[in-house]
């Protein structure tokens, strides 16, 4: 059910869908989503600029517009080689021309270092969909490599992250495998991946160590949902801004943890076992995060917040009442001529839907969050 205050009605009704208001809140929407996306893709973006800019253009008509026979090379796409969906045991012989290198969805076990011999300008792999095991990648074969800033090795059989990589990687996609170790030094020279995506594979705590994430100097986005993690992972990289552990059966955070990660904006803990003994005495009380995700938790009161937080989400918890003058973020006094809605608290969107939690909400609640747009209860 969502609610609103009647006295507020013209200014903060919080209903799902609003004709009145939909333009305001699509609007406001829209550019949190753009905010978000701009955030989520500033690696992407730099990335796609890299991978497509060329500083000393080449004649291709210079090169043997050689084809391995089990693959498709698009004349007017010269850097591209697509070999996927053909069934392959194995990767061809890759022409040195090739930049983008599609295997995804075949049966290949092995990544030896041989077909790629010649392919010292490949910049993308897409390895998803196959058979690969960590005794299947020979030594070498990735990390020498040196120009490839995208590895996609989901759905395989992996049971430990892949080492050495090239210092030049990017992203590392590894979702759904059987990862459970990392051993020492495997991101020691990855001082340029930006996203590690480690999500649904088979990681628990002893996974880590203190200096596991070493080397990391430039990680914006670390995915670890649907693990079997039972503590937050430590010593994340300090420039975090995406944090995703979502699925994974957390019963506390420690106390100052986000003092490491100083940027974290985006934070997701949805569907783990926190309570409020397992959160810190300051709650999320954290500048940086605008977005948090804490729902299907075992919470009882919604904790302390920051007047930065935009987005809040803690449905189907166990929270009774919401207690405003405990959550309302304090805020600094302002001169009389300053607009309290731009420095007030600047939470718009609260979802409190699947608690005991009965309506009508607070009046002060309202009064407290004056840029709240909507509240799902």
Known sequence: MVTGQTNFRSRYRTQR??????????ATTICFIIWV??????????????????????????????????????????????????????????????WYLYLENNLIETIPEKPFENATQLRWINLNKNKITNYGIEKGALSQLKKLLFLFLEDNELEEVPSPLPRSL?????????????????????????????????????????????GLKNLMQLNMAKNALRNMPP??????????????????????????????????????????????????????????????????????????????????????????????????????????FSYGPHLRYLRLDGNEIKPPIPMDLMTCFRLLQAVVI
Request: charged share 20%; glycine share 4%.
């Open 17 to 26: 869908y609003i004709p009145g208001q939909q333009g305001t809140i699509m």
């Open 37 to 98: 996306l701009f955030i989520t893709d500033t690696a992407w973006t730099r990335s796609v600029r890299q991978v497509y800019e060329v500083n000393e253009p080449e004649d291709w008509t210079m090169h043997d517009f050689d084809c391995p026979r089990e693959c498709f090379c698009p004349p007017s796409f010269p850097t591209a080689l697509y070999c996927e969906n053909r069934g392959l045991k194995e990767i061809p012989a890759i022409p040195s021309r090739i």
């Open 170 to 214: 990017e992203q590392l996609q590894l979702a759904r495998n059987k990862v459970s170790r990392i051993p020492q030094g495997t991101f020691s020279n990855l001082e340029n991946l930006t996203l590690l995506d480690l999500q649904h594979n088979k990681l628990l705590d002893n996974a880590f160590q203190r200096d596991t994430f070493k």
């Open 235 to 340: 010593r994340l990289p300090a420039n975090t801004m995406q944090l995703y552990l979502d699925n994974n059966s957390i019963e506390g955070i420690p106390e100052n943890y986000f003092n490491v990660i100083p940027k974290v904006a985006f934070l997701r803990l949805n569907h783990n076992k926190l309570s409020d003994a397992g959160l810190p005495s300051s709650g999320f009380n954290v500048s940086s995060i605008l977005d948090l995700q804490l729902s299907h938790n075992q919470l009882t009161k919604v904790p302390r917040i920051s007047a930065h937080l935009q987005h809040l989400h803690l449905d189907h918890n166990k929270i009774k009442n919401v207690n405003v003058s405990v959550i309302c973020p304090t805020t600094t006094t302002l001169p009389a001529e300053q607009d309290i």
